[in-house]
């Protein structure tokens, strides 16, 4: 087994708990987020975002809006529906418990 594998499969794991919380304060486009989530060193690419995004959508958690853009083509923003911001606190509240069961096992000092 490659490790690489299994640290993607980690970072696919909380990659739409991440998009959440990158909207949860103000709407981003698709470039916003990606730039968020690499400088966090979540190596994502348009490909993968496009479909977590769309299937968030159609789930009901986020929304978007087209925005004329000055330096180019309309973009188009998403943000948090109000189903979406309980979504995400209550996986918020899932990870917290999750990072704690974690770090139990891995006996680790838990962070607060």
């Known amino acids: 087994m490659k490790i690489e594998n299994t640290k993607a499969q980690m970072r696919k794991g909380v990659l739409e708990y991440c998009i959440l919380s990158v909207l949860k304060d103000d709407d981003a486009y698709v470039a916003e987020i990606l730039d968020t989530l690499k400088d966090a060193k979540l190596l994502v690419v348009e490909g993968t975002i496009y479909p977590l995004l769309t299937r968030l959508k159609n789930a009901g958690l986020l929304n978007y809006r087209w925005e004329e853009s000055t330096s180019g083509p309309p973009r188009k923003y998403y943000g948090l529906t ?31």
């Open 82 to 112: 109000e189903t979406g911001k309980l979504f995400l606190k209550e996986l918020n509240t899932t990870w917290d418990e999750l990072q704690n069961a974690v770090n139990i096992v891995t006996r680790q000092k838990t962070k607060k």
